[in-house]
T-cell receptor
Framework: AQKITQTQPGMFVQEKEAVTLDCTYDTSDQSYGLFWYKQPSSGEMIFLIYQGSYDEQNATEGRYSLNFQKARKSANLVISASQLGDSAMYFCAMREGLASYDKVIFGPGTSLSVIP | NAGVTQTPKFQVLKTGQSMTLQCAQDMNHNSMYWYRQDPGMGLRLIYYSASEGTTDKGEVPNGYNVSRLNKREFSLRLESAAPSQTSVYFC?????????????FGDGTRLSIL
């Protein structure tokens, strides 16, 4: 069965430092996609970055990068040069079954606090 | 540009009452989803629909029913509300047939069951 694990319920990082948020997943599909979303205290879900299972390069979007290790089934989010506005919940998500059923599940999330 | 619209935004119910949460998207997406969000548990998938006329159970479907009324609308029904269904409910939509397309979320419905 599909499963997403985020083992860090809460993380603290100093402003301007880099931080890594962990995500491991389990799937039997060969074709799948991995997403990271940010949820600030206001509650909206903000898409950050995407990695496809067949992508050979790690995805990057500005200060966000994804450390994708397919054999280990991990897709860790790296935020460089943390800012106070990065304080939020971060969710890892996996999409599969695109050809037929298109299912997306989420992990439990990591709460990130950026310290001035 | 409305995106995904959920109604109502807030609702208080008594145990045993029924209600329907409405969701509509104006992006012509094929796939639509219902999630519930509880503290420490992330977003858990209740039901999803990959196309008009199809629905599938997600991780926590018990106590819920859904209707994909047309391509735009996907409603979630609680037939007999229970306190355990107190949660924030999110509807989302996405373009199907493109693995890299992210989901677009509504603002959520905060539901309390007394």
């Amino acid at each position: 069965a599909q499963k997403i694990t985020q083992t860090q319920p809460g993380m603290f990082v100093q402003e301007k430092e880099a931080v890594t948020l962990d995500c491991t997943y389990d799937t039997s599909d060969q074709s799948y996609g991995l997403f990271w979303y940010k949820q600030p205290s206001s509650g909206e879900m903000i898409f950050l970055i995407y990695q496809g299972s067949y992508d050979e390069q790690n995805a990057t979007e500005g200060r966000y990068s994804l450390n994708f290790q397919k054999a280990r089934k991990s897709a860790n989010l790296v935020i460089s040069a943390s800012q106070l506005g990065d304080s939020a919940m971060y969710f890892c998500a996996m999409r599969e079954g695109l050809a037929s059923y298109d299912k997306v599940i989420f992990g439990p999330g990591t709460s990130l606090s950026v310290i001035p | 540009n409305a995106g995904v619209t959920q109604t109502p935004k807030f609702q208080v119910l008594k145990t045993g009452q029924s209600m329907t949460l409405q969701c509509a998207q104006d992006m012509n997406h094929n796939s639509m989803y219902w999630y519930r969000q509880d503290p420490g548990m992330g977003l858990r998938l209740i039901y999803y629909s990959a196309s008009e006329g199809t629905t599938d159970k997600g991780e926590v479907p018990n106590g819920y029913n859904v209707s994909r009324l047309n391509k735009r609308e996907f409603s979630l029904r609680l037939e007999s509300a229970a306190p355990s269904q107190t949660s924030v409910y999110f509807c989302a939509s996405s373009e199907a047939r493109d693995l890299g397309q992210p989901q677009h979320f509504g603002d959520g419905t905060r539901l309390s069951i007394l």
